[in-house]
């Protein structure tokens, strides 16, 4: 049987990279939770979010990331925010076309690079690095975020917002990560509404496909955890 965590007990040790099945699907809450949990459990712990579009403004007026406060709002290491979110574009839309709005050159060595230096600089138990939107979110006219996490070769962690549709885009999140060479460690599943239809039935099905699938692509199953969004 399929054990399902709940938040305050997830098992991660080192760096992951955080990616979802879909935009707006309480990505960067489960990050934020999952900073929280292991702070809790006794690991140092904090999250980068290397590509942030979209800024929001300071009493003072000074633009700042607002993901990447959020996703550190239980860390207990505490880098600055030019090595957690080096990279700040102003449209919130695709980090493609904000940067070209932004006059900014992106790409996937450089953001890797970035990356890299952070988890360097500042060590720690567990470091999560929240990608934005999806997997194959574009970040010039021919890489992706999958380039990114590919480069930094660590295990996956996806986030699934359940709804009508969810299985198929979560289907095919997982099959592009597996197909990348890497190991997904934790697929966390979002309830979006407390009136999601067949959310139970759906965790359900998923957990049995992924379960079954994962053993041609990794040694260890996944984890699977379970959250209501809005109570996040």
């Known amino acids: 049987m399929t054990t399902i965590l709940n938040t305050h007990q997830p098992a991660l040790s080192g760096h992951y990279f955080v990616t979802g099945n879909d935009t707006e699907i309480g990505k960067t809450t489960t990050t934020a939770n999952l900073v929280k949990a292991l702070a809790e459990q006794g690991n140092s712990v904090y999250a980068i979010k290397p590509v942030t579009a979209g800024l929001e403004s300071s009493d003072t007026g000074e633009p700042f990331s607002d993901d990447a406060k959020r996703i550190n709002s239980f860390a207990n290491v505490h880098p600055p925010i030019e090595a957690i979110a080096p990279i ?33 600089d500042y060590p720690a138990d567990t470091v999560l690095i929240e990608g934005a939107g999806g997997w194959f979110t574009p970040i010039n006219r021919t890489q992706t975020l999958a380039d990114v996490a590919v480069a930094l070769n660590c295990p996956v962690i996806v986030v699934v917002g359940v709804k009508l549709g969810s299985l198929n885009h979560a289907m095919l999140t997982l099959q592009a990560v597996w197909q990348s060479g890497l190991e997904v460690a934790l697929v966390v599943f979002n309830k979006l509404a407390a009136d999601t239809p067949f959310f139970d039935e759906q965790v359900a099905w998923l957990c049995d496909y992924i379960s079954g699938e994962a053993s041609q692509y990794q040694l260890v199953t996944p984890q699977f955890m379970s959250q209501d969004f809005l109570r996040c």
């Open 88 to 120: 700040r574009l102003g449209t919130p839309c695709s980090p493609h076309i904000a940067a070209e709005i932004d006059g900014v050159t992106l790409t996937a060595e450089q953001i890797t690079a970035w990356t890299q230096q952070t988890l360097q």
